[in-house]
């Protein structure tokens, strides 16, 4: 299964993909192609170093939303990509995109969703007092980090008197990040050996072929 990896920042997630496959351990997905929409992030030097095309769709040179994903779709399709990886891609995608690939685009996001869905979700789980935290791999939707679960992770949340919101949220977001590097690339494996049924909301997991 040929892989598309959409990243917009510093790319730890596109690194634990890369590291996964580089041990063998994401076949019968391969990543084909690592796409920003952002110029200059260190995702795209990542993936150069792995030997990867790095390509940037760089959303502000489009007139519109439609637009830009008709370029990305353009991108995608002269790489004859099956199936899109969001790690810390920071664009919502629209019905357009998403009709293209069915049960073939998932994304990580670092809360235990359906909690603290949006942006800073590791700052809101912090300042909720929250005692257990984690991260979720979900099969992309139309409406913003609700797409039926494939995998989670939590970790505790440690006690922690006298830290501002700030470091407080920055502990939760490191922590965090170490389990989205366990299970981002175990899920596109799933995903990859076609062993991942969607059924409604559920997602059965199904045992190696
Ligand atoms: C991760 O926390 C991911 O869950 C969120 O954005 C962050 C991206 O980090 N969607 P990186 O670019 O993979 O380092």
Known sequence: MRLAV??????????ALLDAEHRGELAPGEIVLVASNRPSVQALERAQ???????VVDHKRFPSREAFEEGLLETLSEHRVDAVVLAGFMRVLTPLFLGRFPDRIVNIHPSLLPA??????QRQAWEHGVKVAGCTVHFVSPEL?????????SVPVPDAVGLSSE???ARLRARILEKEH?????????LAAGRLLRQGRRVRILPPK
Do not use: M, R, W, Y
């Open 182 to 190: 366990e299970i981002l690339p175990a899920a596109v494996q799933l």
């Open 145 to 153: 980090d609700e797409g039926a679960i494939i995998l989670q992770a």
């Open 116 to 121: 603290f869905p949006g942006v800073d979700a």
């Open 6 to 15: 959409l990243v917009s920042g510093s790319g730890t997630n596109l690194q």
């Open 167 to 169: 470091e407080g949220a």
């Open 49 to 55: 170093g792995a030997g990867k095309p790095a390509i």
